[in-house]
């Protein structure tokens, strides 16, 4: 039998058993090849029934009727490195999981609720079939993954699931290669902190996924990676929401241990996550839309004192604060850009100490309402921000030879300031466009700019 098409206690556990299945004996059995299932009928004869690779599944209605010391009788039978293992379906004594230590016999432990005969039907398909087996389980697992999704489990639910089924690392970055979800088996002895320094270079990415809509129109559905760390490699699948990536998927292990099943949990895993941010973004769209139009509302003083309470009530910030507010734009009108740069914004602002409500106003400017701590009129943290934001762009291709204007105004101490204040830095902020500036300008330092 060539390494093609042999079967393994690995590949069973992996493959055709419930993914909640325990191995309870601690034995080193991970490439042992079975050949066949067998169900006993009686554990008195077991040795006259069990070949050589024979994987055997103890039945519920034996095993009740077992005492102890038939069940390490039975045990002993198998001993010898003969069978493939042994299969229960309720809890066994700690003697018994000792002795099939010590006698080298797997012992697995299934889920209360197995059906027997979807055990038996799983494995003999993938002893008979493997190829046939392995995209059955890998369909499966994105069923399984969308139901998730569907339940709002979210995505540390959902790589701890593809973890759990490859016995390998599993990632799931954004598209600025942030990890947004990763989930470790317990015998991983990769180094994390080095994986995950090395995940997040962008030139680790193939250069066709640097760019994320080249990544959508591409037809290749995985690349596998060797990565800067010791003989680990990856699998790594864009996550293709609309004409764009809006993130990726890796599986990690080691370079001559990913199999056909890592490479279809990429694959559906990807497609399963792209459901998921999809979500999210639509979510965040919704929130960003009744910010919009509260914002509208108030800049332009036209929005009913009801209707301003009515979305004030649903915007998840705090406008009883004092607020620092800051405009700013890249020279030149260009609402492509404005877009680009208010995403940057959000960015920053994701990490940032204080919250704040960001709009494109106008379509070009991007005006910030950056909460201050209650009754502060410290504006330390709006310089902070503005110094971050626009180390960000000038570090960021995309943003190449863009000139970043900046204004600053405050503190409001009310929201019926909000509106003046904003003028405010508006005006602070065509000042640094008509004087060239690449700083920052406070309204409240115009003086020394006209002098």
Known sequence: MDAE???TLSDIVKLALPLNTRTLADTDARSRVVNWILVLTDWRNAREQIQIGDLVILPPNIQDRLTEPELKKLIQDLGGGASGGLMVFHDVPDSAVSLSSSLDVPLLRLPDDTSLRDVQRNVSALLLDRQTQVTERGMQLYRQLSEMSREDQGLNAMTDLMSK??????VVQDKRLEIQAISI???NDVDINQLTEALQQR???PIVLQNRKAAAKTRQSHWQQILPVSNVARLLTPIISGDRARGYMSVIGYADDLDMLDKLTAEHGAAACALEMAKAKAVSEAKKELRGDFLEGV????????????LQSRLDHDTEQPHAVMT???EGE???KARHLETAVNWILSSHNRPALVHIYGGTTICVFQALRNMDEDMSTAHEFEKRLREYIENEPDFKDMRLLAGLAGPAMTLTEWPEYYQNALQAMKLAERLKLNTLVDYDSLGVYQL
Do not use: H, Y
Request: aromatic share 4%.
């Open 334 to 336: 260009n609402s492509t």
């Open 185 to 187: 088996p317990l015998n």
């Open 5 to 7: 098409s042999r079967v």
């Open 203 to 205: 030139d680790q990415l």
């Open 328 to 330: 700013v734009q890249f």
């Open 299 to 310: 800049l332009a003083g036209k929005l009913p004192r009801a209707e301003m309470e009515r």
């Open 165 to 170: 089924m490859t016995g390998k690392i599993v």
